[in-house]
């Protein structure tokens, strides 16, 4: 251990193992470390006695849920943008070779009391009961706007400059009712909260197209993909790039310290009383606890079921949004479900989860709205997690800390971009 590195990265959670790959591609040489001794860290997938383990103590998972094996429970679950920044990483870099993926069955959202399916095609749209006859000719011309959009063409703007103009602006001139700006900007643009209609609507136009050409990517009735046995596999996906191009890795390191000189920058770590000199430090926030603050708390339910979501058309795997207005709350809850389907429970099982961006200290009760949309339980399990940014200034220590992931599907990976730009030089 006692070499020196470009990067150390402390951590094998999904953001640290990608730009663990990253820069392992880029020719640097990387150390990886974690202080467990599995890959994955907060975003690992269980099987199911693990799971009893973490949320059952000594007790044993019952026999009728099936063997422990077919189980991969994943403990931060998220769906990926078809056409995203991670696709197009995971094909550039050939990590999916590492890993199959297949696309979700269905996008839903909650409204007016009830589950309704996100258009994926034209005759979807034409039939869905989320608009009214007129609303729909109305949202037709806005989402052809969308759609013929192009930043670098002013042709396209129809004169309309939307980095100044408000997404409540825009989406005003088309004259759509409330549920339709609610509809487009939870279920479509995919924004946590309606903060978005006071900032500049180049950032929803953009999530619009996104969610269009992630639909039309695989051609099927979700914008979203997951990988076979769970998102577990993505970390694992990435370490073997990092190994491959030459990066070296180092599990179960439970004692170690990061080591700055006397200017306040990151120099090394140190552990079981060898020290790897480094220039820069990637890693979660757990490793630095004092270069970050906490700015959330994410609430989230676990359940085992025999069954697919009700009024989900019998789908295998699913993601249901239920927008903040619809149960006065100050941002989005999430319903994300899958099944064998995609290798993660034994035939016959589903595995569904709940979360939300925690708003009280009663999860159960704040979970409640999208726990009842489940139907009949088998297990049901309850848990929760901090969310924490960096406060540090990484041109002055080197080093790079990750944020902790919402309570939504996975962003499009443009901080990481910007990460790698900083780390590279």
């Given at each position: 251990?006692?070499?020196?590195?470009?990067?150390?990265?402390?951590?094998?959670?999904?953001?640290?193992?990608?730009?663990?790959?990253?820069?392992?591609?880029?020719?640097?040489?990387?150390?990886?470390?974690?202080?467990?001794?599995?890959?994955?860290?907060?975003?690992?997938?269980?099987?199911?006695?693990?799971?009893?383990?973490?949320?059952?103590?000594?007790?044993?998972?019952?026999?009728?849920?099936?063997?422990?094996?077919?189980?991969?429970?994943?403990?931060?679950?998220?769906?990926?943008?078809?056409?995203?920044?991670?696709?197009?990483?995971?094909?550039?870099?050939?990590?999916?070779?590492?890993?199959?993926?297949?696309?979700?069955d269905g996008s839903y959202v909650f409204n007016k009391g009830k589950i309704h399916k996100v258009p994926a095609t034209d005759v979807e749209a034409l039939k869905s009961p989320l608009m009214g006859l007129f609303e729909k000719r109305r949202a037709r011309s806005f989402f052809i706007y969308v759609q013929n959009y192009d930043e670098n063409d002013p042709s396209t703007h129809q004169g309309l400059d939307l980095t100044r103009i408000t997404s409540r602006e825009l989406i005003s001139k088309y004259g759509l009712d409330d549920n339709t700006v609610d509809f487009i900007g939870h279920a479509v643009a995919l924004h946590r909260?309606?903060?978005?209609?006071?900032?500049?609507?180049?950032?929803?136009?953009?999530?619009?197209?996104?969610?269009?050409?992630?639909?039309?990517?695989?051609?099927?009735?979700?914008?979203?993909?997951?990988?076979?046995?769970?998102?577990?596999?993505?970390?694992?996906?990435?370490?073997?790039?990092?190994?491959?191009?030459?990066?070296?890795?180092?599990?179960?390191?439970?004692?170690?310290?990061?080591?700055?000189?006397?200017?306040?920058?990151?120099?090394?770590?140190?552990?079981?009383?060898?020290?790897?000199?480094?220039?820069?430090?990637?890693?979660?926030?757990?490793?630095?606890?004092?270069?970050?603050?906490?700015?959330?708390?994410?609430?989230?339910?676990?359940?085992?079921?025999?069954?697919?979501?009700?009024?989900?058309?019998?789908?295998?795997?699913?993601?249901?949004?239920?927008?903040?207005?619809?149960?006065?709350?100050?941002?989005?809850?999430?319903?994300?479900?899958?099944?064998?389907?995609?290798?993660?429970?034994?035939?016959?099982?589903?595995?569904?989860?709940?979360?939300?961006?925690?708003?009280?200290?009663?999860?159960?009760?704040?979970?409640?709205?999208?726990?009842?949309?489940?139907?009949?339980?088998?297990?049901?399990?309850?848990?929760?997690?901090?969310?924490?940014?960096?406060?540090?200034?990484?041109?002055?220590?080197?080093?790079?800390?990750?944020?902790?992931?919402?309570?939504?599907?996975?962003?499009?990976?443009?901080?990481?971009?910007?990460?790698?730009?900083?780390?590279?030089?």
């Amino acid at each position: 251990m006692d070499e020196e590195y470009d990067v150390i990265v402390l951590g094998t959670g999904l953001k640290e193992c990608i730009l663990s790959g990253l820069l392992s591609v880029d020719g640097l040489k990387v150390l990886h470390m974690d202080r467990n001794d599995y890959y994955g860290g907060e975003s690992t997938s269980l099987n199911l006695i693990q799971l009893w383990q973490k949320f059952r103590g000594n007790d044993k998972p019952p026999a009728h849920l099936g063997p422990s094996r077919d189980y991969n429970v994943d403990m931060v679950p998220k769906f990926i943008m078809a056409n995203g920044i991670l696709v197009r990483t995971l094909i550039h870099t050939d990590v999916t070779k590492y890993l199959s993926f297949k696309v979700v069955d269905g996008s839903y959202v909650f409204n007016k009391g009830k589950i309704h399916k996100v258009p994926a095609t034209d005759v979807e749209a034409l039939k869905s009961p989320l608009m009214g006859l007129f609303e729909k000719r109305r949202a037709r011309s806005f989402f052809i706007y969308v759609q013929n959009y192009d930043e670098n063409d002013p042709s396209t703007h129809q004169g309309l400059d939307l980095t100044r103009i408000t997404s409540r602006e825009l989406i005003s001139k088309y004259g759509l009712d409330d549920n339709t700006v609610d509809f487009i900007g939870h279920a479509v643009a995919l924004h946590r909260d309606d903060r978005y209609l006071n900032e500049p609507a180049l950032d929803t136009i953009k999530r619009m197209k996104l969610y269009s050409e992630s639909v039309l990517r695989f051609q099927g009735g979700s914008p979203y993909i997951y990988p076979l046995y769970g998102l577990g596999e993505l970390p694992q996906g990435f370490a073997r790039l990092s190994a491959v191009y030459g990066g070296t890795y180092m599990l179960n390191k439970p004692e170690w310290k990061v080591e700055f000189d006397m200017e306040g920058k990151v120099c090394g770590v140190t552990s079981e009383g060898e020290t790897a000199k480094c220039m820069k430090v990637v890693c979660d926030p757990s490793y630095l606890p004092n270069k970050v603050r906490k700015v959330g708390k994410v609430a989230r339910a676990i359940a085992i079921m025999s069954h697919p979501i009700p009024n989900t058309n019998e789908s295998h795997s699913v993601q249901l949004i239920l927008p903040q207005k619809q149960l006065g709350r100050k941002s989005d809850m999430y319903v994300f479900c899958c099944s064998y389907s995609h290798n993660v429970a034994p035939k016959g099982k589903y595995i569904a989860f709940v979360s939300a961006e925690a708003e009280t200290d009663n999860l159960e009760m704040e979970l409640k709205p999208g726990i009842d949309l489940l139907g009949p339980i088998d297990e049901l399990f309850f848990d929760s997690y901090d969310r924490f940014e960096p406060v540090n200034e990484p041109s002055l220590d080197n080093c790079f800390i990750s944020t902790v992931l919402p309570p939504s599907f996975l962003p499009s990976f443009l901080p990481f971009i910007y990460e790698l730009s900083f780390l590279v030089q």
